[in-house]
């Protein structure tokens, strides 16, 4: 018979009380903001990645249909933002939710100036939003 370390199950318990505090968070957000109904709650993940020719920005929208999303192009950066709604109906019983729903907002910060925007794809549940650098002129 094998015994569990003290620190084993520190770690243990100290894992665990930080999911459930993630959930909560999530949940809270989700269902009991206090800010008005359009607020964005969620901010996606991206990625940004840069070749010597071109910046490519991905943004994980699973579940997200092509036409809810708006992406803004400012003088510094791009904004992309839409709703993710709820799938289950008011009687549903739910056992799980760890997905992010809700209206989502993401302001990714790029020097636009010497950037030139291709038309944005939704592929394999990312946006993908492809900028062509810019050449100057040699003087």
């Known amino acids: 018979m ?7 199950l520190m770690s243990w318990m100290w894992g665990d009380a930080l999911s459930l505090l993630e959930q909560a968070e999530r949940l809270h957000c989700q269902f009991f903001r206090s800010t008005p109904a359009r607020a964005p709650c969620l901010e996606p993940p991206v990625d940004v990645v840069e ?17 809810a999303i708006v992406v803004a ?23 799980r939710i ?3 729903y ?5 302001h990714i910060p790029l020097p636009l100036h010497i950037l030139e925007p291709a038309p944005p794809e939704l592929t394999d549940g990312c946006l993908v939003l492809t900028f062509r650098k810019v050449r100057e002129a040699p003087r």
């Not at 094998?2 to 084993?8: F, K, N, V």
């Not at 192009?73 to 056992?95: N, W, Y």
């Not at 809700?102 to 993401?106: H, Q």
């Open 2 to 8: 094998s015994t569990m370390r003290s620190r084993d």
């Open 51 to 67: 070749s010597e020719d071109a910046m490519i920005v991905y943004v994980a929208l699973p579940g997200v249909p092509a036409a």
């Open 73 to 95: 192009f400012e003088p510094g950066g791009v904004t992309v933002a839409a709703e993710r709604r709820f799938p289950a109906s008011r009687a549903a019983h739910i056992h």
């Open 98 to 100: 760890e997905i992010p």
């Open 102 to 106: 809700g209206r989502f907002e993401r």
